[in-house]
């Protein structure tokens, strides 16, 4: 299986900083058709995950600017720029080049 | 509005077998993929299952984790994704969640339904 390593475990933030989380993948995420599927996901307390990022970069419908998503190959990272209350959860990569699909163990993230 | 609404949780014995639905609306269910995904409390999603459209052929992916003892299927015609799970063991405890596909990720989520395994 794709072992997806995150990166912190948690982190705490100021309304309107930034932050970065890394996710390692144990092998390459490009798949056979040159796409890359890497997708970031938020779950807010007490709710299921929501879609933030589809294909390393690509923002889902309704998603802020203020997520952006990065990276290539087994490197990829989520940034968030002017965090609000509302972006507070448990943040997840996963992988959808091999089976079986795969999650990261997620980051926390905690306003300050 | 997608909306994904899953049932047939609930308390089995180890051994025993259960039937979740998910009753789908807001899109055209039948041109999308369509998985099933767990999640133990403070544990990170497992993906366990998905089923392709007609135009693939209904064809199936499992993880090796439930691979022989659950089976999904859906009813195109009804809108409704179905696991059938069997021979559950304590280690299958957790929030079941259905979920729409989006280029190999998912993009809708269901509210989830627990699932508990014990005697």
């Known amino acids: 299986d794709v072992v997806m390593t995150q990166t912190p475990v948690s982190l705490s933030v100021s309304l309107g900083g930034q932050v970065s989380i890394s996710c390692r993948s144990s092998?390459?995420?490009?798949?056979?058709?040159?796409?890359?599927?890497l997708s970031w996901y938020l779950q807010k307390p007490g709710q299921s995950p929501q879609l933030l990022i589809y294909?390393?970069?690509n923002r889902f419908s309704g998603i802020s600017d203020r997520f952006s998503g990065s990276g290539s190959g087994t490197d990829f990272t989520l940034k968030i720029s002017r965090v609000e209350p509302d972006d507070l959860g448990v943040y997840y990569c996963g992988q959808g080049t091999q089976y079986p699909f795969t999650f990261g163990s997620g980051t926390k993230l905690e306003i300050k | 509005e997608v909306k994904l609404l899953e049932s047939g949780g609930g308390l089995v014995q180890p051994g025993g077998s259960l039937r979740l639905s998910c009753a789908a609306s807001g899109f055209t269910f039948a041109d999308f993929y369509m998985s099933w995904i767990r999640q133990s409390p403070g544990k990170a999603p497992e993906w366990l299952s998905f089923i392709r459209n007609k135009a693939n052929s209904y064809t199936t992916e499992y993880n090796p984790s439930v691979k022989g003892r659950f089976t999904i299927s859906r009813d195109d015609t009804q809108n409704v994704l179905y696991l059938q799970m069997n021979t559950l063991r304590a280690e299958d405890t957790a929030i079941y969640y259905c979920?729409?596909?989006?280029?190999?990720?998912?993009?809708?989520w269901g509210q989830g339904v627990m699932v508990t395994v014990s005697s």
């Open positions: 092998q390459s995420l490009v798949h056979n058709n040159g796409n890359t599927y």
């Open positions: 979920a729409k596909h989006l280029k190999l990720g998912f993009d809708y």
């Open positions: 294909k390393v970069s």
